[in-house]
């Protein structure tokens, strides 16, 4: 019996000597808890305080260099500058106070980075260039106005805008683009859409947004080497005849400059 008992505890005990390294085993390596990753949300856009929205309003072209001629013989300088101011004006009744009016001079080219060095001084929020349009040589025909020869094309009227995707924001740009078309669309306007067409040659464009007019034109200085959203308006053809008229009046530019202040305020709104 006495023998019997000691080969049991012998047993027992190199039992336990077995289970023991088991059991150190799994406290030693408890099962690991997956840990969470709580994604942080995305930081919203900052609100647009409107009076320090700074806007640079581009007046296109220079005394200088000024553009197209329009059917009456008018440099495109001209009507740039009055739209501008008026879009300026209205800006800044609407609470943007930081609007800046930009008038450069000089030749075209050297201009161009006038305008660009200028906005880029100015930490410009929103870079907007304001021009007219005309269309290639090749498909002006020529007239008489007040006893002097001028040239003139009909085939095509209205507006367009421009971004370029070079520009650091161009999906910004593109969305105030969107905006002012759609504003002027609202209006009655149509946007020229003869862009895409191969009469056009070298100033032919890719169409971005075929319901509002928006086009993508990459090389261009303002737009590509501004650091700010930019977009450029050609308001309307001068080289059409009625459509100049209608550039010309007081209606249409309050027309267009309230369409613009109207998507900035959108735009402004949605940042």
Known sequence: MGQSRGIV??????????????????????????????LKPSPALAKCETPKFRI???????????????????????????????????LKSEGFAATRLLVTDGKARPSLFKRVGSANEAHADLFLSVHHDSVPDKLLETWEFDGA?????????????????????????????RLIGRRLKEQGLHYASQYTLPVMGRYRRQLLDKDVGVYRYDGLVVLSRTRSAAVLLEAGSIINRDEEMEMNSAERQELIAGAVAAAVGEFCERR
């Open 9 to 38: 505890a012998i047993l027992l005990v190199s039992l336990v000597a077995l289970l023991l390294p088991s059991i150190d085993a799994g406290r030693a390596a408890p099962a690991r808890k997956v840990a969470k990753v709580r």
């Open 56 to 90: 640079v309003v581009d007046v296109g072209h220079t005394p200088d260099s000024y553009g197209a001629l329009s059917a009456r013989n008018d440099p495109e300088f001209g009507f740039n500058f009055r739209l501008a101011r008026l879009i300026t004006t209205k």
């Open 149 to 177: 020869n001028s040239y003139f094309s009909d085939r095509f009227s209205g507006h367009s805008l421009f971004v370029s995707e070079r520009n650091p924001h161009f999906t910004t740009s593109l969305k105030l683009a």
